[in-house]
């Protein structure tokens, strides 16, 4: 009879313990958290970083960015696609420079590479009157293999604007994630 009772008392611990494991909760600290679905970028943009160098009137001019993209993904977790939004601050540019593009391109430190994402800017949008402005685009269309690439890897990515005086860039940065 005792053994009995000991292992009925023992069946309770048991089921109060396995109720207790199997809770919606979820509060075990080791559970892995939901994957970041929106990550920033910054960069400081400077005409020095441009290759080659920018040494004419726009050397003066520099700028910031900052880069949100907020990504989708699928049920397993895996980035499915993307969208940026673009905030561009700039100074120090003579009076009247007249914008004619801004991008991101895939190219580590001292390359060049083609255009990865247009921001949409258009040629003459925005023209620095007192040689300082700022513009921002927003849900601008980022392929899965890119956002994927910029998560994993952004100082493969640099940011430049480009003037009427330097069209092939004017002030440039490499994209740094932010934590």
Known sequence: ???????????????????????????????PSPPNNTFTFTSMLLPSNEV??????????????????DVTRDAAGSITGGSADFTVNLSGFPAGTVLTG??????????????????????????????????????VNVTAALANAMVSGPSGFYFNVHTTVNPGGSVRGQLTLQQ
């Open 102 to 139: 801004a991008h991101i391109h895939q190219a580590p430190a001292g390359q060049n590479a083609g255009i990865a994402v247009n921001t949409g800017l258009g040629n003459g949008e925005v023209t620095l009157a007192n040689g300082s402005g700022s513009f921002t685009k927003e849900n």
């Open 1 to 31: 009879m005792r053994y009995r009772t000991l292992a009925a008392v023992l069946l309770a611990v048991v089921a109060v313990l396995a109720s207790g494991a199997c809770d919606d909760d979820n509060d075990n600290p080791l559970s």
């Open 52 to 69: 080659p160098p920018v040494t004419n009137a726009d050397a003066s001019g520099s700028g910031t960015v900052t880069v949100r993209l």
